[in-house]
């Protein structure tokens, strides 16, 4: 038995002696499936751009439809232990276990996506997906007419909520009548679950919808009930050429091409990284010609004050839900905050689920 | 009378939704009923469907025609089956771990053959006219407005129903599960009719999984059973081994789902949570009733379900 151990420990050395020499190694891990043509869809093409951009110098690999939890945790111990020198971990409920298996393996780096846990060698990446959201909202209620918007929101934790809040300010702000429906379906990717979700949503009157989920199913219900609806992580628009409005798209590309080369360089340091429109870690799809030539101005006016610093989608005043003031006039929320939210603002109907 | 609502929800709209929305794990838990009673338990339902799904769309697109779709999701289906049934059968592999690998392998292969067909549209399936009948208040709805596929399926339970408790060939099925041993010495083809079972319990997977990726969502996406065939497994239990609970398992399973989305859509406010606990807690009580009843009949899974046949032996 003893014997069987130091030849794997020999074994394990040599690897890692050898692996100096080689290319870095860069793993993925992903949520869903790579052809969700969501989420998980624009990580990897982040990594196909890793790969074009850096060429030999590298070595990528992935693990698709991880489930977050333990099993995520055997398969980065794994990662780590078929060395792999950077491993970037794309899920929130990751969390966790980048954090666990970082500390088992101080030499490897870890970049978890979404979350606020980090160490000596796991840094954050998120995207102000909030930003584009603002923009949906304010296209969502100037061209909504039963004034109901659907939104298919996956679990109540602060990105969610906050894509939620920012959609409402937006559509509340250029429409004072709109009311915004939420149904929760407890998952990233469930297509068929998507689909009857979208479909519960129209038949309580929306005809926009806007969704937290990974999968184009609620896109394809849009299109079938000839409503409109907002691509996710992706362009979504071969799914409902006549619905698809426009789309918020995560552009994880050039993070992953500058964090993977300060690897490279020994210049590699944890830290935390909130990129949005401006930085152009969240862009905007192409409009649709089915918003008015006017709210496509207003649009990209949004657009482009959010990219130059003008403008803040939270920006006060803003009420929590319950009357409190969270905001003054003018005041602008902290990212902390932001990072933490678990309320939602003054006019949603509804609680979050616990 | 056609907009009576209760709770803001059109109950003839709300059941109708959801008829539909059983239809992928009726079908599939069908299968595998016919599968269960001669005594063979495949748990590779996640496969055959997300196989079925796959291979639908795919003839579907190519072809243009949604019954091609079909026949193409049934064939595959069948043969995926196939493949399990060789191994179990003749080669006397384990049924649990062939089962398994079966999704596993299901999963992994449509992901392969559907890479090129994500982001297309299927050629849509045509509703049949049912001229004034689709008209009338509240049946029109709840009885005239499915596509054929529906029909087939819920005709297809009576079969079923009628083939093991009324046909020569049901019985002899039966028995098979029930007792290898004895239906062999009475000269039954065990392995015969159990392979046909498996092949049948396969191509109904399969339908299943087309029903989803053709008519229900309707597109090809990796993974989008997710968990389907699970819960048809689960629904065959639920239904203690006979058809026409398993439909009223496969329209509350559905029913369920949907309501606490409408729910939620309608902002009432009971925790989501408690409403996607509801079918499972509703299968265990289900479950410790019918033991509860205490006599033999009411929870019968066929005695011989699961064991692996040698005549040899």
């Not at chain 1, 891990?29 to 998980?40: E, R």
């Not at chain 1, 993977?260 to 799809?285: L, P, Q, R, Y």
Request: include cysteine.
């Amino acid at each position: 038995m003893k014997k069987i151990l130091m030849l794997a420990a020999a074994f394990l050395l040599t690897a890692s002696i050898s692996s100096v020499a080689d290319p870095l190694k860069v793993g993925f891990i992903y949520v869903g499936p790579t052809g969700d043509h969501g989420w998980t869809y624009e990580h990897d093409q982040g990594r196909i751009a890793l790969e074009a951009a850096l060429g030999d110098q590298i070595e990528t690999s992935f693990v698709e439809s991880v489930p977050e939890g333990a099993d995520s945790e055997r398969v980065l111990t794994q990662m780590a232990l078929s060395g792999h020198d950077l491993i970037y971990t794309t899920s929130f409920g990751y969390m966790d276990p980048t954090i666990n298996v970082a500390q088992k393996f101080p030499d490897v780096k870890f970049e978890h996506a979404t979350g606020y846990k980090q160490a000596d060698n796991v840094a954050t990446y998120s995207a102000r997906f909030y930003e584009g959201r603002a923009v949906i909202g304010h296209i969502a209620g100037r061209v909504t007419q039963s004034n109901v918007i659907g939104y298919i929101a996956s679990f109540p934790i602060p990105e969610v909520i906050r894509g939620i809040n920012s959609a409402y300010l937006h559509a509340k702000a250029v429409n004072p009548d709109v009311e915004m429906k939420i149904v929760w379906v407890f998952s990233w990717f469930d297509p068929a679950k998507e689909a009857d979700a979208a479909q519960a949503l129209i038949d309580q009157g929306a005809d926009i919808l806007m969704q937290h989920t990974d999968s184009p199913a609620a896109m394809n219900i849009a299109e079938d009930a000839g409503i409109f609806a907002f691509g996710q992580a992706s362009d979504m628009s071969k799914f409902g050429p006549n619905a698809h409005l426009t789309a918020i798209i995560n552009n994880w590309g050039p993070y992953y091409v500058e964090r993977t080369n300060a690897v490279i360089d020994g210049t590699w340091t944890s830290g935390d990284t909130w990129d949005g429109i401006g930085a152009e870690m969240v862009k905007m799809g192409p409009m649709s010609d089915k918003i008015p030539a006017e709210v496509q101005q207003e649009a990209q006016a949004l657009i482009a004050a959010i990219a130059n610093g003008d403008y803040h989608p939270f920006t006060g005043p803003i009420s929590r839900q319950d009357g409190s003031a969270w905001l003054n006039d003018g005041e602008i929320a902290d990212d902390g905050t932001l990072l933490g939210m678990n309320f939602y603002v003054e006019g949603i109907e509804g609680d979050i689920p616990q | 009378m056609r907009d009576v609502e209760f709770l803001g929800i059109n109950p003839a709209v709300f059941l109708s939704t959801m008829v539909v929305a059983a239809m992928p794990v009726l079908l599939a838990a069908m299968g595998e009923l016919i599968v269960e009673k001669s005594g063979v338990l495949n748990l590779g339902v996640e496969g055959l469907m997300i196989i079925g799904a796959v291979c639908g769309f795919i003839v579907s697109v190519e072809t243009g025609s949604p019954v091609a779709g079909l026949l193409g999701a049934l064939l595959a289906g069948a043969i995926l089956a196939g493949i399990f049934g060789l191994l179990t059968q003749y080669f006397h592999a384990s049924q649990v771990a062939t089962g398994l690998a079966l999704t596993l392998f299901g999963l992994g292969l449509s992901a392969l053959l559907g890479q090129s067909y994500t982001g297309i549209r299927p050629p849509d399936f045509s509703i049949p006219n049912f001229g004034v009948l689709s008209e009338l208040p509240v049946i029109g709805i709840l009885l005239f407005s499915y596509d054929f596929l529906v029909y087939f399926s819920l005709a297809l339970v009576v079969g079923i129903w009628w083939f093991l408790n009324h046909s020569r060939t049901g019985l002899a099925l039966r028995a098979i599960g029930e007792n290898h041993n004895a239906a062999h010495s009475l000269g039954y083809h065990v392995i015969r009719v159990r392979l046909v079972a498996i092949l049948f319990g396969g191509a109904c997977g399969g339908l299943g999984g087309a029903y989803l990726a053709l008519i229900r969502v309707p597109q090809w996406t990796e993974g989008m059973t997710a968990g389907a065939g699970w819960i048809a497994l689960a629904l065959v239990v639920f239904g203690s081994w006979r058809p026409f609970r398993v439909v009223l398992g496969a329209f509350l399973f559905g029913g369920v789902t949907l309501l606490q989305l409408n729910l939620q859509a309608l902002g009432i406010a009971i925790n989501p949570a408690y409403l996607s606990m509801t079918p499972y807690i509703v299968t265990i009580a289900a479950l410790v009733v019918i033991s509860g009843m205490g006599s033999h009949a009411s929870l019968r899974a066929p005695a011989c379900l699961g064991k692996p046949f040698d005549a040899t032996k």
